[in-house]
T-cell receptor
C-alpha cells in the first residue's frame, strides 16, 4: 500500500527554527508537495520538490531525497501565525496526490 | 467569484437523505477533485475529473457520485447519506492533472449525518 508518515504534533518557540519530517512509500513518484492548513480553513500550497535537494522560499525551505523516500519542511524565524498543520503529499505514478495526516505545529511565545 | 467556492458551508443531514455538495471554480482549471478530511487521517480522494466530460474514482468513492458537465462546476452527490460520511469535504482544482501544478482548495463543507 501507499503510506506517508509525519509526526502528529510538534511544539516550537517563537523566533526559533523547526524541521518537520515526512517519509513516504508510494507506487511511483512525480513530486512532493507541502501545504499549510490553519484550523478550520482550507490547505494552501507552500512548496514543491521533484528533484533531490533544497528549495528555499523566504522563511520556508523544503528538502527532498528520493532515494531515501524522505522530505522535510524547515521553518525559520517562527512567528505565532505559523501555528497550523503542515501536510505532506506525494504525487504517485497515476498523478494522484497521496496525503499524510499532517503535523500540527504549536508555537509558544 | 474568485477562486473556488463551495456550498453549503455546513449541513446537518438525516441518514438516508440525498445531498449534493456544490463546487465552482473561475480559474478555468482543467482538473478538479473532491476530498474528505477526517481527524487523524490525511485528505482522501473521493473522485476526480481531469477535464470536462470525464471523471474518475479516487481512494474512497463508494456512496458518492460526481459529474463534470462543464469546466467550472463539479458537484458531489451522496445518494443515501450514512453516518460514516460525516466529514469535512474539500473541493480542489489545478490547471492540469500532472506536473508541478498545485491544487487550489475551496473553503470546505462540514457535513454531519445523523
Amino acid at each position: 500500500g501507499q503510506n506517508i508518515d509525519q509526526p502528529t504534533e510538534m511544539t516550537a518557540t517563537e523566533g526559533a527554527i523547526v524541521q518537520i519530517n515526512c517519509t513516504y512509500q508510494t507506487s511511483g513518484f512525480n513530486g512532493l508537495f507541502w501545504y499549510q492548513q490553519h484550523a478550520g480553513e482550507a490547505p494552501t500550497f507552500l512548496s514543491y520538490n521533484v528533484l533531490d535537494g533544497l528549495e528555499e522560499k523566504g522563511r520556508f525551505s523544503s528538502f527532498l531525497s528520493r532515494s531515501k523516500g524522505y522530505s522535510y519542511l524547515l521553518l525559520k524565524e517562527l512567528q505565532m501565525k505559523d501555528s497550523a498543520s503542515y501536510l505532506c503529499a506525494v504525487r504517485d505514478r497515476n498523478y494522484q496526490l497521496i496525503w499524510g495526516a499532517g503535523t500540527k505545529l504549536i508555537i509558544k511565545p | 467569484i474568485a477562486g473556488i467556492t463551495q456550498a453549503p458551508t455546513s449541513q446537518i443531514l438525516a441518514a438516508g437523505r440525498r445531498m449534493t455538495l456544490r463546487c465552482t471554480q473561475d480559474m478555468r482549471h482543467n482538473a478538479m477533485y473532491w476530498y474528505r478530511q477526517d481527524l487523524g487521517l490525511g485528505l482522501r480522494l473521493i473522485h476526480y475529473s481531469n477535464t470536462a466530460g470525464t471523471t474518475g474514482k479516487g481512494e474512497v468513492p463508494d456512496g458518492y457520485s460526481v459529474s463534470r458537465a462543464n469546466t467550472d462546476d463539479f458537484p458531489l452527490t451522496l445518494a443515501s447519506a450514512v453516518p460514516s460520511q460525516t466529514s469535512v469535504y474539500f473541493c480542489a482544482s489545478s490547471a492540469t492533472s500532472g506536473g508541478f501544478d498545485e491544487q487550489f482548495f475551496g473553503p470546505g463543507t462540514r457535513l454531519t449525518v445523523l
